[in-house]
């Protein structure tokens, strides 16, 4: 979101290619926010984490699922002590996030850009 941002607070227009936003509504008080949410990647060694991360809610999964998921109610519970992933009551929250999680990264690990499937 930098480049953007930058280009637009000069009245430049940012190259189409890029994949972030400007943030100049967020700095001019217009906007909270230009995003629906933010993703973030880790690696601990071979297990591969990618998480997105909403006003209401944190969702993790490790190498996309198959080692285990963390949800996270980030208004009730912001110290992230309490794991809702496997609570039947949380099914749609989590369902919805890990569509963000798989609409955001392929499986093979790389972002979509302008929404087509594989590597940039």
Same mark, same amino acid.
């Given at each position: 979101d930098?480049?953007?941002?930058?280009?637009?607070?000069?009245?430049?227009?940012?190259?189409?290619?890029?994949?972030?936003?400007?943030?100049?509504?967020?700095?001019?008080?217009?906007?909270?926010?230009?995003?629906?949410?933010?993703?973030?990647?880790?690696?601990?060694?071979?297990?591969?984490?990618?998480?997105? /991360?909403?006003? !209401?809610?944190?969702?993790? $999964?490790?190498?996309?699922?198959?080692n =285990?998921?963390?949800?996270? @109610?980030?208004?009730?519970?912001?110290?992230?002590?309490?794991?809702?992933?496997?609570?039947?009551?949380?099914?749609?929250? /989590?369902?919805? !996030?890990?569509?963000?999680? $798989?609409?955001?990264?392929?499986?093979? =690990?790389?972002?979509?850009? @302008?929404?087509?499937?594989?590597?940039?």
């Amino acid at each position: 979101d930098l480049y953007p941002t930058l280009a637009d607070l000069c009245g430049l227009e940012a190259p189409k290619y890029l994949d972030g936003k400007s943030l100049k509504p967020v700095l001019d008080g217009t906007a909270l926010s230009v995003h629906e949410a933010a993703f973030t990647q880790v690696e601990r060694g071979a297990v591969h984490g990618t998480s997105v /991360r909403t006003v !209401m809610y944190r969702y993790t $999964e490790w190498n996309y699922g198959d080692n =285990g998921a963390q949800l996270y @109610d980030m208004i009730n519970d912001p110290f992230q002590t309490k794991n809702l992933a496997n609570d039947p009551k949380y099914a749609q929250p /989590r369902a919805e !996030m890990h569509g963000m999680i $798989e609409a955001h990264w392929p499986r093979d =690990g790389w972002p979509k850009q @302008d929404g087509k499937k594989g590597k940039k």
